[in-house]
């Protein structure tokens, strides 16, 4: 018994290795490519690292790497949400129309799109966890219904920046110890996100979830629960997301975000976050953003038409994926070898 406890512990302390170092070679792979991406872009193009530029590339991923977050926490438990840009339009909408109304609101208005989006979440966590409908077409239509909303409420009318308050007109412009307000915004989003998914035990569960659903229900796990959260995570993250964009934007319209939902996967699968679940960490979701940035950069520096932008984003989640499949090849591999050798 003494030795079959050993190496039942041996077993388990050979899986977390395995994971943490797939985890960390997909997070400094990306690194790598980034750092790799931008020595190529300014070999074509000095201007590519000028301060302006740079500056430019991390005030764009910043919004979408909050979104690539909500995203990676979605799919860490094994599903997907593709009404991402529709909850951020949604809530944008509804949260600028109600400070063009009533502008001395201040910065309490933050909590708005925070509750919609939570709501909005929500809703597709109730119809994927407990409704029991497949999470791409739950949220395909979710994506069509909210959109919709965002229409009936509009009316087809936009709200110009000059509706806004001024303080959310110059929120996009603020800066602390000369870094975008919005870039520490979004590294405190991410970094806080790390730490709970990382550290305490209803993130460890999540991903206990993504990578076996059934075990994770058999040990005791209240799964259906676990699943509502992170869609209602995934929508309070859309909500703030949202908001930062309309301020960024200026004039919010009812088509604000769309074609976000294929950007932000596209973002957290080249950052290392798995399709099949239960791997993945939201600091490589907000790299994969900043490569994303740097690529629609770069093409656009290089003068490379929009149908070629959507090409390499198109073959950046393909290639990742594919990644994704082999690196868990090989990890499967590699436990079924090391339990070859424990046999007796």
């Known amino acids: 018994m003494r030795i079959e406890s050993q190496a039942l512990r041996g077993g388990d302390a050979a899986r977390r290795g395995l994971g943490q170092f797939a985890l960390r070679f997909r997070v400094s792979g990306v690194a790598l ?12 193009r000095p201007a590519f ?16 790497a909050i979104v690539a977050a909500a995203q990676a926490v979605v799919l860490i438990t094994r599903n997907l949400d593709v009404s991402v840009g529709s909850m951020m339009g949604f809530a944008a909408y509804l949260t600028a129309d109600f400070a063009a109304h009533h502008p001395g609101v201040g910065a309490a208005l933050l909590l708005m799109p925070l509750v919609i989006g939570g709501a909005l979440g929500a809703m597709n966590g109730l119809l994927v966890a407990y409704g ?11 994506m069509s219904i909210y959109r919709g909303l965002t229409y009936v409420y509009a009316h087809g009318q936009e709200i110009t920046s000059s509706r ?4 959310m007109n110059e929120l996009p412009d603020m800066r602390l110890a000369g870094v975008p307000l919005l870039v520490l915004i979004a590294a405190a989003v991410v970094c806080l996100l790390a ?24 040990f005791g796990l209240r ?7 992170a869609y209602t995570l995934g929508g309070v993250l859309c909500g703030l997301a949202g908001f930062l964009y309309a301020a960024r934007v200026g004039t919010v319209t009812v088509v604000l975000a ?17 399709v099949a679940g239960g791997s993945g960490n939201v600091i490589g979701a907000a790299l994969g953003a900043v490569v994303l940035a740097t690529i629609d950069n770069g093409l656009v520096l290089l003068g490379i038409p929009e ?38």
């Open 33 to 44: 490519f980034l750092v790799l991406l931008c020595a190529a872009f300014a070999s074509l």
């Open 49 to 64: 690292m000028t301060p302006g530029n740079l500056n430019a590339i991390i005030s764009n991923a910043a919004i979408l």
């Open 132 to 142: 029991q409908v497949s999470p791409l077409i739950a949220t395909l239509g979710t």
């Open 164 to 167: 806004l308050p001024r303080w």
């Open 195 to 218: 730490a709970f998914l990382s550290f305490y035990s209803l993130g460890r569960r999540m991903y206990a979830i993504g990578s076996n659903v059934s075990a994770s229900a058999f």
């Open 223 to 229: 799964t259906r629960r676990i699943v509502l959260f």
């Open 258 to 274: 769309s074609g976000w939902e294929l950007t932000s996967l596209a973002a957290a699968v080249i950052g290392g976050v798995s």
């Open 307 to 344: 149908f070629w932008r959507m090409f390499v984003q198109g073959s950046a989640i393909v290639l990742a994926a594919t990644a994704d499949v082999l690196i868990a090849s090989q990890v499967r591999h590699s436990l079924r070898a090391r339990r070859r050798l424990a046999r007796p």
